[in-house]
Nanobody, 122 residues
Framework: QVQLVESGGGLVQAGGSLRLSCTAS????????MGWFRQAPGKEREFVAAISRGGGTIYYADSVQGRFTISRDNAKNTVYVQMNSLKPEDTAVYYCAAGITGATSRRGYDYWGQGTQVTVSS
């Protein structure tokens, strides 16, 4: 079992930045691909960014490419997403996820955090 706890969400003005963190329990963090997803009210949960076990492979949704940066620190069991140039349409609950498969599909993830709210005001 892996437990994931997100932090770093909040309210920010358009154009601002936030960094989300997700810390995992257990000693096996390094075997999992990690991903960030988001869900806005009334919408499906969508892929945001993902990073492979060793950090060598990274994926981004087109909507965040060039603005968001995902990274991980396996020594700290933590994955991050730095979000710059935030837009009101980035407003959502952000979830981190861990999975052996990982990548861009929700089906690749076995464990999910509870989510953290990000609100971007215009």
């Amino acid at each position: 079992q892996v437990q994931l706890v997100e932090s770093g969400g909040g309210l920010v003005q358009a154009g601002g930045s936030l960094r989300l963190s997700c810390t995992a329990s257990g000693r096996t963090f390094g075997i999992y691909g990690m991903g960030w997803f988001r869900q806005a009210p009334g919408k499906e949960r969508e892929f945001v960014a993902a990073i492979s076990r060793g950090g060598g492979t990274i994926y981004y949704a087109d909507s965040v490419q060039g603005r968001f940066t995902i990274s991980r620190d396996n020594a700290k069991n933590t994955v991050y997403v730095q979000m710059n140039s935030l837009k009101p349409e980035d407003t959502a609950v952000y979830y981190c996820a861990a999975g052996i498969t990982g990548a861009t599909s929700r089906r690749g993830y076995d464990y999910w955090g509870q989510g953290t709210q990000v609100t971007v005001s215009s």
